[in-house]
């Protein structure tokens, strides 16, 4: 017999809402999958671009630093430098800097302590206060106002004599982290813990002419080293840096790494090993972070995106099971005459096949055009379309194997079993708790999350994942959804007990949602899930960004941080009225206490300022600091005339009691305690400044403020004060940890979002399907008298049931399972606070409406079908 097999792909388009099915069920599948691809590829890149970005842009190439040697030995080597620079693709060059020891500069009736330096392009990045001629020397201010020194002076040195004369003074160089002078930090700017002869501020030789005038013969450097057996005037330590433009995919990075390290060998087959301080490639680590970084979010994404993927292939059966219905009498037909169950299920992938195909490329196309919405960093590396292709093109085909052998095996089953076997086979499958199955997954990942899901070794940045336990929330939402879903429907089945004519709207809606009974607990479940997914990734998502931004806070003290010295503080120069209403005054010592013996921290705040400049972002913080500061406020108002033990609040496990003695005749007594305080990272007392006995030695005095770094530095110098280095909050702790842990969560937002669309195309749906039978009912329900506004509520509660159940129920799943997981996904545990889920008031807001949205345009459907039915016609049908 010949089959009509060709005019299968005309025939579907007389069921639109299959076609539409099926579309959407490739649509939303290829999402995935491409999704799941792109996203864990831009992880790397933008691992590397977080790493690049905190680079000094001179280290983003290779890293040299060379010991002391005479001045041609530096000139030679940065001559081999630009010459394998040149090779290897560093078109910019090399900027070389000399940089001398310690030297006492005579300035006639006073003297100070410097180091001459030099480095190519330094005149135009340094801030000139007076004077720029470049044929002389340039001395810092600081120098200027402790010698006296002004343009013209001659300074003198033992070993080089007479120096050239003073031709600008400039402004001392801060620790900023960024710009010019990054990777030289540490040999231009005095360390505050450092001795005199450890490091001095610079005094720059902006010409290398006049640099290489200074240098005495060999022969006189020879005869001053067995004299003094110190020629730090006469040897320079050399850096050769390689400014390069950053990378932007791991691939330019990787070759950017490939050439630095080339340099690197050049350099070290030119030079004796013993000629080297330090060479290396920083990118190499950054390049190890990104691929961790990677593995991570592909070890905790990729189970979650199979078991997705399959729940589409599922999906996808459910389709194929539908067609199935719709086309029973016609598959009865077409079997009474020979066609076998593969033929039937051939036939539906003619009549589907084409909509999975469109639906498919869609999706690809949307994922990839949408990436900005969930993928970590836009720019894709070469290939990964093609890997997404690939993966989407091999879910078609499982698609379309499962079109096929679902309809063939269910048509066996309508066909060629007995129905009483049928029936006997679903009841005991229908029985099966599979809910015990992800509740017991779920105590086994609550356990491995219990035991540690990061482990952060020593020397490790990124902690190591446990993929399993970062299952956990996930497994809980499945197994209470679930629940929840077999609650509802045991509920309807007997909800035919339920007798509530007086309120008649209530009454139909809950009939109405028992005669749907499969539909609307599906719908229900999958709703529930999808707002508990979204949940999750949102709770977690936002406590690694609580988290972050609470424990750099806490490590930094503030916005910003800006130490400053004794001479500072003593003239009340430090905290200038102009930063006053958002700064504070915090002095540092580290001092032991004799019973028990410990070495601790002393932290001397002023209790009236604090809350102004003190970081108080984190209310479980503010909350310990308003704690700590009436605590100090109280001891010192119950303190004696002489009392001589100072009020104390212990924090970070630092040990308590009344006369505790510590250094420089400092007695404390503990008047509380407080988990966490900004500022403070290891075991600490915080201790009032005015009760701090004279005596005592602050060897750090910082000033915390909201501002930023920068502006609280000009302020104080503008002030006359003096800064010694600085941070800002958002720098000062490495996020990657961080941003690993919401980069693997943001995906599962991703897919909650997509089971959210799901869920409403599916409620959608189903009032499609069940168009004819509600417009029936409800137009004969208008003729026997219920009022249309008793309609409208009866499907306002069939429907809210459905909303507000999965909204609620799943909010509230999803976030709790959040504040579970969140505290046990630290990627910092030393410092404190613990991360925790924050109230998703946004999250709930439009949760809110998106319901109230969904339930308003489904009854509105319900309706207007009921408003627009023709009785007649129907009853005809």
Same mark, same amino acid.
């Given at each position: 017999?010949?089959?009509?097999?060709?005019?299968?792909?005309?025939?579907?388009?007389?069921?639109?809402?299959?076609?539409?099915?099926?579309?959407?069920?490739?649509?939303?599948?290829?999402?995935?999958?491409?999704?799941?691809?792109?996203?864990?590829?831009?992880?790397?890149?933008?691992?590397?671009?977080?790493?690049?970005?905190?680079?000094?842009?001179?280290?983003?190439?290779?890293?040299?630093?060379?010991?002391?040697?005479?001045?041609?030995?530096?000139?030679?080597?940065?001559?081999?430098?630009?010459?394998?620079?040149?090779?290897?693709?560093?078109?910019?060059?090399?900027?070389?800097?000399?940089?001398?020891?310690?030297?006492?500069?005579?300035?006639?009736?006073?003297?100070?302590?410097?180091?001459?330096?030099?480095?190519?392009?330094?005149?135009? &990045?340094?801030?000139?206060?007076?004077?720029?001629?470049?044929?002389?020397?340039?001395?810092?201010?600081?120098?200027?106002?402790?010698?006296?020194?002004?343009?013209?002076?001659?300074?003198?040195?033992?070993?080089?004599?007479?120096?050239?004369?003073?031709?600008?003074?400039?402004?001392?160089?801060?620790?900023?982290?960024?710009?010019?002078?990054?990777?030289?930090?540490?040999?231009?700017?005095?360390?505050?813990?450092?001795?005199?002869?450890?490091?001095?501020?610079?005094?720059?030789?902006?010409?290398?002419?006049?640099?290489?005038?200074? &240098?005495?013969?060999?022969?006189?450097?020879?005869?001053?080293?067995?004299?003094?057996?110190?020629?730090?005037?006469?040897?320079?330590?050399?850096?050769?840096?390689?400014?390069?433009?950053?990378?932007?995919?791991?691939?330019?990075?990787?070759?950017?790494?490939?050439?630095?390290?080339?340099?690197?060998?050049?350099?070290?087959?030119?030079?004796?090993?013993?000629?080297?301080?330090?060479?290396?490639?920083?990118?190499?680590?950054?390049?190890?972070?990104?691929?961790?970084?990677?593995?991570?979010?592909?070890?905790?994404?990729?189970?979650?995106?199979?078991?997705?993927?399959?729940?589409?292939?599922?999906?996808?059966?459910?389709?194929?099971?539908?067609?199935?219905?719709?086309?029973?009498?016609?598959?009865?037909?077409?079997?009474?005459?020979?066609?076998?169950?593969?033929?039937?299920?051939?036939?539906?992938?003619?009549?589907?096949?084409?909509?999975?195909?469109?639906?498919?490329?869609?999706?690809?196309?949307?994922?990839?055009?949408?990436?900005?919405?969930?993928?970590?960093?836009?720019?894709?590396?070469?290939?990964?379309?093609?890997?997404?292709?690939?993966?989407?093109?091999?879910?078609?085909?499982?698609?379309?194997?499962?079109?096929?052998?679902?309809?063939?095996?269910?048509?066996? &089953?309508?066909?060629?079993?007995?129905?009483?076997?049928?029936?006997?086979?679903?009841?005991?499958?229908?029985?099966?708790?599979?809910?015990?199955?992800?509740?017991?997954?779920?105590?086994?990942?609550?356990?491995?999350?219990?035991?540690?899901?990061?482990?952060?070794?020593?020397?490790?940045?990124?902690?190591?994942?446990?993929?399993?336990?970062?299952?956990?929330?996930?497994?809980?939402?499945?197994?209470?959804?679930?629940?929840?879903?077999?609650?509802?429907?045991?509920?309807?089945?007997?909800?035919?007990?339920?007798?509530?004519?007086?309120?008649?709207?209530?009454?139909?809606?809950?009939?109405?949602?028992?005669?749907?009974?499969?539909?609307?607990?599906?719908?229900?479940?999958?709703?529930?899930?999808?707002?508990?997914?979204?949940?999750?990734?949102?709770?977690?998502?936002?406590?690694?960004?609580?988290?972050?931004?609470?424990?750099?806070?806490?490590?930094?003290?503030?916005?910003?941080?800006?130490?400053?010295?004794?001479?500072?503080?003593?003239?009340?120069?430090?905290?200038?009225?102009?930063?006053?209403?958002?700064?504070?005054?915090?002095?540092?010592?580290?001092?032991?206490?004799?019973?028990?013996?410990?070495?601790?921290?002393?932290?001397?705040?002023?209790?009236?300022?604090?809350?102004?400049?003190?970081?108080?972002?984190?209310?479980?913080?503010?909350?310990?600091?308003?704690?700590?500061?009436?605590?100090?406020?109280?001891?010192?108002?119950?303190?004696?005339?002489?009392?001589?033990?100072?009020?104390?609040?212990?924090?970070?496990?630092?040990?308590?009691?009344?006369?505790?003695?510590?250094?420089?005749?400092?007695?404390?007594?503990?008047?509380?305690?407080?988990?966490?305080?900004?500022?403070?990272?290891?075991?600490?007392?915080?201790?009032?400044?005015?009760?701090?006995?004279?005596?005592?030695?602050?060897?750090?005095?910082?000033?915390?403020?909201?501002?930023?770094?920068?502006?609280?530095?000009?302020?104080?110098?503008?002030?006359?004060?003096?800064?010694? &280095?600085?941070?800002?909050?958002?720098?000062?702790?490495?996020?990657?940890?961080?941003?690993?842990?919401?980069?693997?969560?943001?995906?599962?937002?991703?897919?909650?979002?997509?089971?959210?669309?799901?869920?409403?195309?599916?409620?959608?749906?189903?009032?499609?399907?069940?168009?004819?039978?509600?417009?029936?009912?409800?137009?004969?329900?208008?003729?026997?008298?219920?009022?249309?506004?008793?309609?409208?509520?009866?499907?306002?509660?069939?429907?809210?049931?459905?909303?507000?159940?999965?909204?609620?129920?799943?909010?509230?799943?999803?976030?709790?399972?959040?504040?579970?997981?969140?505290?046990?996904?630290?990627?910092?545990?030393?410092?404190?606070?613990?991360?925790?889920?924050?109230?998703?008031?946004?999250?709930?807001?439009?949760?809110?409406?998106?319901?109230?949205?969904?339930?308003?345009?489904?009854?509105?459907?319900?309706?207007?079908?009921?408003?627009?039915?023709?009785?007649?016609?129907?009853?005809?049908?």
């Amino acid at each position: 017999m010949k089959l009509p097999w060709r005019r299968a792909p005309l025939v579907a388009w007389g069921q639109p809402s299959s076609l539409l099915v099926a579309l959407f069920a490739g649509l939303v599948l290829a999402f995935v999958a491409t999704a799941a691809v792109l996203h864990v590829s831009s992880v790397r890149t933008a691992a590397v671009d977080y790493n690049v970005s905190r680079f000094c842009p001179h280290l983003r190439g290779p890293a040299v630093e060379l010991v002391p040697m005479r001045f041609d030995g530096s000139v030679e080597a940065a001559s081999l430098a630009q010459r394998s620079a040149a090779d290897h693709g560093f078109d910019d060059g090399v900027v070389a800097g000399l940089y001398s020891g310690v030297l006492m500069l005579d300035f006639g009736e006073s003297s100070g302590r410097a180091k001459l330096a030099y480095r190519d392009g330094l005149a135009e &990045q340094v801030t000139v206060v007076r004077g720029g001629g470049t044929d002389g020397i340039w001395i810092p201010e600081s120098l200027a106002e402790l010698t006296g020194a002004d343009l013209g002076d001659r300074p003198r040195q033992a070993g080089l004599g007479e120096l050239p004369p003073v031709t600008a003074v400039y402004e001392d160089l801060e620790r900023t982290g960024e710009g010019y002078w990054c990777s030289e930090e540490k040999l231009v700017v005095p360390g505050p813990m450092d001795s005199e002869w450890q490091s001095a501020p610079p005094v720059l030789v902006p010409d290398r002419d006049v640099l290489s005038s200074l &240098q005495p013969p060999p022969a006189v450097v020879d005869e001053l080293a067995v004299q003094w057996e110190d020629v730090s005037h006469a040897t320079f330590t050399t850096t050769l840096r390689f400014p390069v433009d950053a990378p932007s995919t791991p691939e330019e990075a990787a070759a950017l790494h490939d050439r630095s390290r080339a340099v690197v060998d050049d350099l070290s087959a030119e030079l004796a090993r013993e000629d080297f301080v330090s060479r290396g490639v920083y990118l190499e680590r950054s390049l190890q972070l990104a691929d961790e970084s990677s593995r991570t979010v592909t070890l905790a994404v990729l189970p979650l995106t199979v078991v997705s993927l399959l729940v589409g292939l599922a999906g996808m059966a459910a389709v194929a099971v539908q067609w199935l219905q719709r086309r029973t009498r016609e598959a009865r037909l077409l079997w009474t005459h020979g066609a076998s169950p593969l033929a039937l299920g051939t036939r539906a992938l003619l009549e589907l096949g084409l909509p999975v195909l469109v639906g498919s490329a869609a999706g690809l196309a949307l994922a990839t055009l949408a990436r900005g919405l969930y993928a970590p960093s836009l720019v894709l590396r070469d290939g990964v379309l093609v890997d997404a292709a690939l993966a989407v093109g091999g879910l078609v085909v499982a698609s379309l194997a499962v079109l096929v052998a679902t309809v063939a095996v269910r048509a066996h &089953q309508l066909f060629q079993t007995a129905p009483r076997a049928r029936s006997r086979a679903v009841s005991r499958l229908r029985l099966v708790p599979w809910e015990l199955a992800t509740g017991a997954l779920a105590v086994w990942s609550g356990l491995r999350l219990a035991e540690g899901a990061l482990t952060v070794e020593s020397g490790e940045v990124l902690p190591r994942v446990d993929p399993v336990a970062l299952a956990f929330p996930l497994l809980v939402v499945v197994t209470l959804a679930g629940l929840t879903a077999r609650g509802l429907g045991w509920s309807l089945v007997r909800s035919h007990r339920l007798s509530a004519w007086r309120r008649p709207a209530f009454q139909f809606g809950i009939r109405r949602l028992a005669a749907s009974g499969g539909t609307a607990v599906g719908v229900t479940a999958l709703a529930l899930l999808a707002v508990g997914v979204l949940a999750v990734g949102g709770g977690i998502v936002g406590a690694q960004r609580d988290a972050f931004d609470a424990k750099s806070g806490v490590l930094v003290g503030g916005e910003s941080a800006v130490d400053v010295g004794n001479t500072t503080v003593n003239a009340d120069q430090a905290v200038p009225a102009s930063i006053a209403e958002r700064s504070t005054l915090v002095g540092r010592s580290t001092t032991s206490i004799a019973d028990p013996s410990r070495e601790v921290t002393v932290l001397v705040v002023e209790p009236d300022t604090f809350h102004r400049g003190g970081w108080l972002g984190d209310r479980r913080i503010a909350s310990a600091v308003d704690e700590a500061l009436s605590a100090l406020r109280a001891g010192e108002a119950d303190r004696g005339p002489g009392d001589a033990a100072v009020p104390a609040v212990r924090v970070a496990g630092a040990p308590g009691g009344d006369q505790l003695r510590a250094g420089s005749g400092l007695v404390l007594s503990t008047v509380g305690e407080v988990t966490g305080f900004p500022g403070v990272t290891s075991p600490t007392y915080v201790v009032a400044r005015d009760t701090v006995p004279s005596g005592f030695r602050v060897n750090t005095w910082t000033v915390l403020s909201a501002l930023p770094a920068a502006e609280v530095v000009d302020r104080i110098q503008a002030g006359g004060g003096w800064t010694i &280095q600085s941070v800002e909050r958002t720098s000062s702790l490495d996020g990657l940890p961080f941003l690993t842990m919401e980069w693997t969560f943001g995906f599962i937002t991703v897919l909650g979002t997509v089971l959210a669309v799901l869920a409403i195309t599916s409620l959608l749906l189903a009032i499609e399907v069940r168009r004819r039978q509600n417009a029936l009912s409800g137009a004969l329900s208008l003729r026997m008298g219920v009022r249309p506004r008793t309609l409208v509520a009866s499907y306002l509660v069939e429907l809210g049931t459905i909303g507000g159940l999965a909204a609620l129920v799943g909010a509230a799943v999803g976030w709790g399972a959040a504040q579970l997981a969140a505290s046990q996904l630290d990627p910092a545990p030393r410092l404190v606070p613990v991360p925790a889920a924050p109230v998703p008031v946004l999250f709930l807001s439009v949760l809110l409406v998106a319901t109230l949205a969904v339930v308003g345009a489904a009854t509105w459907l319900a309706v207007r079908a009921v408003r627009t039915a023709r009785v007649g016609e129907l009853i005809r049908e």
